[in-house]
């Protein structure tokens, strides 16, 4: 059983930081990819960010590239996701998910009950 804790969301002004992690626990995960994604009321769930867990290579959506900053700690297990310049349109529902990495929902197979992030203007 594949489980993954998101934490670290809540209400920050337009131009500060938040920083998400997400805890994974159940198995191995060397093999995964570990991605961001989130979504807004009314809208579909969107990519943000994706880490290859062995060889910490990273990944970006354009509307973050520069903002944000995907890592990974083995030693906990654990996928950060730092945020910088936040804007409100990255208010959002954040999710945490392990697959293949992949830009697609359809991409992971696991995926986190989410992490409440709201920016304020």
Do not use: H
């Amino acid at each position: 059983q594949v489980q993954l804790v998101e934490s670290g969301g809540g209400l920050v002004q337009a131009g500060g930081s938040l920083r998400l992690s997400c805890a994974a626990s159940g198995r191995t995960f060397s093999s995964y990819a570990m991605g961001w994604f989130r979504q807004a009321p009314g809208k579909e769930r969107e990519f943000v960010a994706r880490i290859i867990w062995k060889y910490a290579t990273t990944y970006y959506a354009d509307s973050v590239q520069g903002r944000f900053t995907i890592s990974r700690d083995n030693a906990k297990n654990t996928v950060y996701l730092q945020m910088d310049s936040l804007k409100p349109e990255d208010t959002a529902l954040y999710y945490c998910a392990a697959g293949s990495g992949g830009q697609l929902v359809r991409d992971y197979a696991y995926w986190g009950q989410g992490t409440q992030v709201t920016v304020s203007s």
